[in-house]
């Protein structure tokens, strides 16, 4: 047995330190309050420390730590987006990934799979084609490679799909990787903490006080706080937030679902992707077959989770992995997505002075979790959009002037 | 299998239905300015709550209302429209 393990039984006062302080009550005041202890609350909250020298920081979560959408979701971490802005941005966040566990020194089973989106027609080839060249011209590594290449990456799939949708071909994206959810939200928020930033569980934000000046204060389930900076980092719950402060967006919430198999060998090396059979899969580091779809079909703000999804997803994974029929499905559940008419999310500085949203994550906000705290921690701190997020502003709605990623996010997460 | 009540087939899978999302009132495009238009095009009362909604039966090719709770998912009513003018008011 290891030492530690051994020190760690015999000894009354546990030697280790807790992954988190749990401070025992609310201050009055502080500097930036954060509502929300997602992946994305918690990495601002650690960026603002790290980075900006800024401490005096609450991080407000109504439940509990990465109990929203960052433990709900997928975990497919890409960069072959659509737009420039898109493909800067998520580019950005893929490098942050890659030294993250040794900076927390804690294990992400951060994972290079190699992704592919598959494409059965002719149109889908066309988009693949279009956005690998976008990457190229911005020096992110995706090609587009032909139905051969993808029968000798993965040699158990029925390349016709049982005849419905034969593979053409597909995007490849060689950095496509997964990650330990969890852990990215428990590394922010142990950084954060071990740094002087407060996280306070079950405590809900009930309302925001704005005067002339902007934000003066939170309401919350435990009290009032002054503050004068409000980063609403929630995700699933932004329109509420938002109509906290008065504030009108086109974010719009829709269910997404998830479910996992029983663990196998592994023998799904790659991320698959298919838009046309609304398919997307992996396996996980324990053997677990990680599977999602499209989203539900229409507006509720509840993380029920449907027999319908589960048929139908099945149904799909069967005509792509015919061999998968006696695998068992052991778990799905669902998460609130907090959808916006481009498939971009909304960030950085609003109308009401001191209200910073970093939203509109929808489907494909768990790769941003770096990235997007680092540029909100940024844009917090100065008062003013990061560079980087200047084309995800809530304003470029009123110009007409959208970051169309539709085709780069709407079923490949 | 959650149904839905269509006014004209009574209850059917959901699945045989189209969502096409609040009923909202829209501003006369030769009257309003800009900054209006946009509200109108991009912007959604996002927040839960008790809403009507426009929703299609795909094989009978019916459009109508349902009044529905977003948070529970509980169809409280469903009515053809009269007009789209007449739902808005
Ligand atoms: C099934 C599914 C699969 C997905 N797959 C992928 C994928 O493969 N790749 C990818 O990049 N993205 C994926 N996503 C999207 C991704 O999960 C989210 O965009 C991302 O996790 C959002 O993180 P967050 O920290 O902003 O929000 P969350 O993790 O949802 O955190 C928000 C927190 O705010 C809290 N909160 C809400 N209201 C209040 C309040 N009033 N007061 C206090 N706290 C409050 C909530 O309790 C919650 O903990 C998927 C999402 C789902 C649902």
Known sequence: ?413 | MKLMPCPVNGLRPVSEFFYWGEVRPMPDPDRCDDAAWADYVFNRNGAPGIKKEWWYHTPSGTWFIAERDTIRDEVLRTWLHASPEAEQQ
């Open chain 1, 1 to 413: 047995m290891p030492w530690r393990l051994l020190r760690f039984a015999l000894s009354r006062t546990h030697p280790e330190p807790r992954m988190f302080t749990r401070p025992a009550r609310l201050k009055p005041a502080y500097d930036v309050v954060i509502i929300g202890a997602g992946g994305h609350g918690l990495a601002a909250a650690y960026y603002l420390a790290r980075d900006h020298g800024i401490t005096n920081v609450a991080v407000l979560e109504k439940g509990y730590i990465g109990g929203g959408n960052t433990g709900r979701n997928t975990t497919i971490i890409r960069s072959n987006y659509l737009t420039v802005e898109g493909v800067a941005f998520f580019d950005e966040s893929v490098r942050l990934w890659q030294d993250l566990s040794t900076e927390f020194d804690l294990n992400l089973f951060y994972s290079t799979r190699g992704h592919f989106t598959l494409a059965h027609t002719d149109s889908a080839m066309r988009t693949m084609r279009w956005r690998a060249e976008v990457n190229k011209h911005l020096g992110v590594d995706s090609e587009l490679v032909d139905a051969q290449s993808v029968a000798t990456a993965i040699p158990m799939m029925d390349m016709s799909c049982a005849g419905h949708a034969p593979v053409l071909g597909a995007l490849y994206h060689a950095p496509g990787a997964i990650a330990r959810h969890d852990a990215v939200a428990w590394g922010y928020g142990r950084g954060a903490d071990q740094r002087g930033a407060e996280i306070h569980q079950q405590t809900e934000v009930t309302g925001i006080e704005i005067n002339d000046s902007g934000v003066v204060g939170v309401n919350t389930t435990r009290g009032r706080i002054a503050t004068r900076k409000v980063l609403c980092a929630v995700a699933g719950s932004t329109p509420r937030v938002a109509e906290m402060v008065g504030l009108r967006t086109p974010i719009y919430i829709h269910p997404l679902q998830a479910m996992v198999s029983e663990p196998v060998k592994p023998w799904l090396d790659p991320i698959i992707v298919s838009g046309s059979l609304h398919v997307y899969v992996s396996q996980s580091a324990r053997g677990e077959l990680v599977m999602g779809a499209s989203l539900d079909p229409y507006e509720l703000h509840s993380t029920r989770s449907t027999l319908d999804f589960a048929e139908g997803l099945a149904a799909h994974m069967l005509d792509m992995f015919p061999f998968l029929s006696d695998v068992k499905v052991v778990r799905q559940w669902a998460g609130m997505a907090d959808m916006t008419p481009d498939f971009a999310p909304i960030m950085g500085k609003t109308p009401v002075e001191g209200f910073y949203l970093d939203a509109g994550w929808g489907t494909w906000g768990f790769k941003a979790t770096p990235v997007s705290g680092k540029t909100m921690a940024h844009t917090v701190a100065h008062d003013a959009n990061h560079a980087l997020i200047e084309g995800f502003n809530l304003s470029r709605f009123g110009r007409y002037q959208l970051t169309g990623e539709k085709g780069a996010a709407s079923v490949g997460h």
